[in-house]
């Protein structure tokens, strides 16, 4: 039987009529996860990518990332000296972006800069937009980035909040998008920051959540 890839909760299923895609939705934490059996392999996922045009030239984009460095980074900017793009694309935007900032940004992405370069690193801040939903193992993912966030640091994420009702969520377009396979809301985000210590401390109840990383205990 398949259990939440969150909260190991049972799950009900939703089918899509229209595409005969089948979604299993949790109770518990509302995360949204649509059928293995669906996924696209690893270089249909490619191909879609490098369709993409993500670059300086979209000027929509990259307003995109300047508001959101505006409202999520720059109040917390005296906290921020490095930071890591995971899954950054090939555009680079939000990195130049935070490094005209005065924020030193290292760049990870599992097709266009598939040097692990965090490793035996920690972050002031590690961003992650637009990737969440395109993991098969979000909660592993989650607890790997993670350790490389420093104490006190932050963990930036960005994937457009789910709709709770069903028949909102089948016709939702982000599920259009073929990789696209899991899917959040605040309470799933809430979830995941209580049990792994993490403070939530600002979202924009749409697509964005801004976690900051509590210290360890010390021992005595």
Same mark, same amino acid.
């Given at each position: ?15 899509? /009529?229209? /595409? ?10 509302? #995360? ?20 993409? &045009? ?6 929509? #984009? ?31 935007? %939000? ?6 900032? /005065? ?14 370069? #965090? ?8 961003? =992650?937009?637009?990737?969440?939903? &395109? ?6 993912? %989650? ?11 932050? %963990?930036?994420?960005? =994937? ?30 809430? #979830? ?29």
């Amino acid at each position: 039987m398949k259990k939440c890839k969150i909260c190991n909760s049972a799950i009900t299923s939703i089918t899509d /009529t229209k /595409t005969q895609k089948i979604y299993h939705k949790c109770p518990a934490c509302s #995360y949204i996860f649509l059928d293995e059996v669906f996924y696209v392999d690893e270089a249909y996922e490619k191909k879609h990518y490098d369709k993409h &045009h993500n670059s300086f030239e979209s000027l929509g #984009y990259v307003k995109m990332f300047e508001n959101l460095i505006e409202e999520f980074v720059l109040s917390y900017k005296k906290d921020i000296k490095s930071a890591l793009d995971f899954g950054c694309g090939e555009g680079e935007v %939000l990195p130049i972006l935070l490094e005209t900032n /005065t924020i030193l940004c290292d760049r990870y992405d599992l097709f266009y800069f598939p040097k692990k370069v #965090y490793e035996n690193k920690k972050y002031d801040l590690i961003l =992650s937009t637009e990737v969440f939903e &395109h993991l098969q193992n979000p909660l592993e993912v %989650l607890k790997e980035l993670l350790l490389h966030v420093e104490e006190n640091g932050y %963990l930036l994420l960005m =994937s457009a909040f789910h709709p709770s009702n069903d028949d909102e969520f089948l016709k939702w377009w982000y599920i259009r998008d073929v990789t696209h396979i899991g899917f959040f809301t605040l309470a799933t985000f809430e #979830y995941l920051a209580k049990k792994n210590s993490l403070t939530i401390i600002k979202h924009n109840s749409k697509n964005t959540i801004l976690f900051q990383k509590k210290p360890r205990l010390a021992m005595y």
